[in-house]
């Protein structure tokens, strides 16, 4: 069973920077299978929205047009963790942030939350004007 943790969440001043962190375990990052994880975030009444995705086994990340060139997904196999880096951040992304692991795929695509099996608790991010 894959288990997520999230951390690093805080609040910071428009236009700074915050790492999240997700430590993971039931799976090894570096294993051959496939597993797909990404970064969503979600305020109160509204929808779930993807912002990052990484593919595990191959490195490969995606973003959502709204954080392309302000928010970097990586991955440390060594830690066995996800991070997301975001800088720039603006005062409409005070958010709950939640990652998310897929090891069946990415049916419904990449930046829907139906395509992941496995969430995190969440980390909150205040960002003040």
């Known amino acids: 069973q894959v288990h997520l943790v999230e951390s690093g969440g805080g609040s910071v001043p428009a236009g700074g920077s915050l790492r999240l962190s997700c430590a993971v375990s039931?799976?090894?990052?570096?294993?051959?299978?496939?597993?797909?994880m990404g970064w969503f975030r979600q305020a109160p009444g509204k929808e779930r929205e993807g912002v990052a995705t990484?593919?595990?086994?191959?490195?490969?990340?995606s973003y959502a047009d709204s954080v392309k060139s302000r928010f970097t997904i990586s991955q440390d196999n060594a830690k066995n963790t996800l991070y997301l880096q975001m800088n720039r951040l603006k005062a409409n992304e005070t958010d709950m942030y939640f990652c998310?692991?897929?090891?069946?795929?990415?049916?419904?695509?990449?930046?829907?939350?139906?395509?992941?099996?496995?969430w995190g608790q969440g980390t909150r991010v205040t960002v003040t004007s």
């Open positions: 039931g799976y090894t990052l570096s294993s051959s299978s496939s597993m797909f």
């Open positions: 990484i593919w595990t086994v191959h490195g490969t990340t």
């Open positions: 998310a692991a897929s090891l069946r795929g990415i049916g419904a695509g990449l930046f829907k939350s139906r395509s992941y099996q496995h």
